[in-house]
């Protein structure tokens, strides 16, 4: 026994020492805990039906992991290449000491600085990579992300502002079939048995740090989706919506109240109205049609003690096959600060889908209390460790395919309570 801790021992401190050596970077996030929900049985988390986000404090039932590991592979001058890779782990409940779950890589990319002596600055990247996303952080609502394998020239310096241009790739499973030609027949014939992919790529300008005025800049925008398919196959669907584009305009006020406040406007067209823009250009057929978006988000320092997040989301899909809907959303998380590493939170979400074809309307409402331990004051320090208690509760009009379990019911309410960590490095 003796031995084999020597010989850990030899091995850990190698790694250590070689990690040194070679300057390796380690990043990431990870979340994890446990609950209960007052029905019985494991933690639950609420999302309005017919949503795709929540908000987040004390509403998370999942553990997930991103582990990113990086290196400099080249520095001479001002020039400098440098690996980066991001490994995650993630979609499993609070259940058991093991459980399975197969990792996914989520980005492997080279990024070439100062590569041009005519574009200083800038930076030659490919690869798999998170490609300047933009969230909510309140809700986890990724509202501009064309994250995927691809490639790119980011940050040259116009004067006015800085120019970035890229190309992603998101796969759509099952959206075409493929087809042969049948001799008997002497025509080519389809095989719906198997079921092709539609590569939709995401050709991606942006001009940002535009400034305006003092502490006040601006970002513009302009991503053109396109879908293709191999020559063997056929679309899957009637009249597919091959393409279409997201126009993006976004105000950022620094130093507003002792934090920032950031508004957002975007507008898409047909394949780019998807929830999560350029991450899917979903089913080709049913997504003809416009989208507007209106997003306004921010922090504020109210006082030495009190820290205080919030978001109101307005969003507008409407489609041709009356599918599209409507997302209402505002949100606040006040902080309170007992220590520099104890605070007091509170934050109440608010939700509501209306549907287009009935113009239905699905509400939830989730008030999350939670008491922390955090690595500092900000509002933004992690790792932290949260003891806390949620309530949510809604009512729905319209059914969607989210809730379809026995036993749901269409006006109701719940409890959980929890223990969770979340940090990020």
């Known amino acids: 026994m003796n031995i084999n801790k020597t010989h850990l021992s030899l091995l850990v401190a190698g790694v250590v020492a070689s990690s040194s050596a070679f300057a390796l970077e380690f990043h990431g996030y990870a979340r994890s805990g446990i609950g209960w929900t007052s029905g019985g049985g494991e933690q639950s988390a609420f999302t309005v039906n017919g949503g795709g986000s929540k908000y987040r404090l004390g509403n998370e039932s999942d553990t997930y992991a991103e582990f990113k590991l990086g290196k400099e592979l080249y520095k001479a001058g001002e020039k400098s290449i440098y690996l980066d890779s991001n490994v995650a782990y993630g979609g499993t409940l609070h259940n058991n000491d093991w459980t399975a779950t197969s990792p996914a890589l989520r980005e492997l990319n080279v990024q070439f600085k100062n590569f041009a002596d005519s574009l200083p600055g800038a930076t030659l990247w490919a690869g798999k990579r998170f490609y300047q996303r933009h969230d909510v952080h309140m809700n986890d609502f990724y509202y501009w992300d064309i994250s995927g394998p691809g490639a790119g020239i980011e940050n040259i310096d116009l004067g006015i502002g800085k120019l970035s241009l890229a190309v992603t790739r998101n796969t759509e499973e099952g959206g075409a079939f493929s087809y042969y030609?049948?001799?008997?027949?002497?025509?080519?014939?389809?095989?719906?048995?198997?079921?092709?992919e539609v590569y939709n790529d995401i050709f991606d300008v942006r001009l940002a740090g535009i400034e305006l005025w003092q502490d006040g800049s601006l970002k513009l925008g302009f991503d053109y989706g396109n879908a293709h398919?191999?020559?063997?196959?056929?679309?899957?669907?009637?009249?597919?919506?091959?393409?279409?584009?997201?126009?993006?305009?976004?105000?950022?006020?620094?130093?507003?109240?002792?934090?920032?406040?950031?508004?957002?406007?975007?507008?898409?067209?047909?394949?780019?109205?998807?929830?999560?823009?350029?991450?899917?250009?979903?089913?080709?057929?049913?997504n003809r049609g416009n989208m507007i978006r209106l997003i306004n988000q921010g922090v504020v320092q109210a006082s030495d003690k009190i820290e205080l997040m919030y978001a109101l989301i307005y969003e507008k899909t409407k489609l041709d096959n009356k599918a599209g809907k409507t997302w209402y959303s505002a949100g606040i998380r006040p902080m309170y600060k007992w220590t520099d590493t104890m605070s007091s939170l509170v934050e109440v979400g608010y939700d509501r889908i209306k549907d287009q074809a009935s113009d239905k309307k699905n509400d939830l409402t989730k008030i999350t209390l939670a008491q922390q331990w955090q690595a500092g004051s900000s509002i933004w320090a992690r790792p932290a460790i949260r003891v806390f208690g949620t309530y949510a509760k809604w009512n729905d009009k319209f059914n969607t395919t989210e809730r379809t379990d026995a036993g749901y019911k269409a006006k109701d309410s719940e409890f959980i309570t929890g223990v969770q960590f979340e940090a990020w490095w």
């Open 229 to 286: 398919k191999k020559d063997n196959s056929l679309y899957a669907n009637n009249n597919p919506t091959k393409k279409g584009y997201l126009a993006t305009l976004e105000y950022t006020q620094g130093n507003f109240f002792g934090g920032f406040n950031k508004l957002t406007a975007q507008y898409a067209k047909d394949s780019m109205t998807s929830w999560n823009n350029g991450h899917s250009q979903g089913s080709l057929d049913s």
């Open 181 to 196: 030609y049948d001799y008997n027949k002497k025509a080519y014939v389809s095989n719906r048995d198997s079921k092709k």
